[in-house]
T-cell receptor
């Protein structure tokens, strides 16, 4: 399956600052990537769908001006949490889909743990 | 996407087969059954998927009932590393994001 990396693996930032999380598809051209977040003891929740070269599609309740997504190449999507607050502290996970090549499964990155102090 | 129902937790002895059930009684004809698992503090891992027929790969087997209203994921020889939350997801073919339920927390006992 596809190999997906994320950077950084964990980050601590102060309230009011912005944090950028990178998601890379290392061996697969990812026209579509997804961003999820997971609060402690809860399931993953889909935040947005990121399509290469176009605007991301956000799920209901996710502020697009707060969570900026850029998917400028087939191997890289970035999520920027702007003006982060303690309630944004969460585990952020990206995934790619093999749908375009006829495969159905999604491949997930290892996740980025964000702590906002 | 069809709603799925799974038991919240299960125990299994190491070396035995772990059978994880999933109910998806409202699944539509074009929806696949996918299984993923998430080991603590890691990203989810794809396990297997199927439409109608039973499927087997190097990780697991998937048994889907003839009416497609339920399925069972089988880990044939569970090890301690199989302790994880297992998610059953019904999804049509296409590039859609996944809706995760609460899953089943499988604990493999030594």
């Amino acid at each position: 399956g596809a190999v997906v990396s994320q950077h950084p693996s964990r980050v601590i930032c102060k309230s009011g600052t912005s944090v950028k999380i990178e998601c890379r598809s290392l061996d697969f051209q990812a026209t579509t990537m997804f961003w999820y977040r997971q609060f402690p003891k809860q399931s993953l929740m889909l935040m947005a769908t990121s399509n290469e070269g176009s605007k991301a599609t956000y799920e209901q309740g996710v502020e697009k001006d707060k969570f900026l997504i850029n998917h400028a190449s087939l191997t890289l999507s970035t999520l920027t949490v702007t003006s982060a607050h303690p309630e944004d502290s969460s585990f952020y996970i990206c995934s790619t889909t093999g749908w375009a090549s006829g495969s159905h499964e999604q491949y997930f990155g290892p996740g980025t743990r964000l702590t906002v102090t | 996407d069809a709603k799925t129902t799974q038991p919240p937790s299960m125990d299994c002895a190491e070396g035995r087969a772990a059978n994880l059930p999933c109910n998806h009684s409202t699944i539509s004809g074009n929806e696949y059954v996918y299984w993923y698992r998430q080991i603590h503090s890691q990203g989810p891992q794809y396990i297997i998927h199927g439409l109608k027929n039973n499927e087997t790969n190097e990780m697991a087997s998937l048994i889907i009932t003839e009416d497609r209203k339920s399925s069972t994921l089988i880990l044939p020889h569970a090890t301690l590393r199989d302790t994880a939350v297992y998610y059953c997801i019904a999804l049509g073919g296409g590039a859609d994001g996944l809706t995760f339920g609460k899953g089943t927390h499988l604990i493999i006992q030594p």
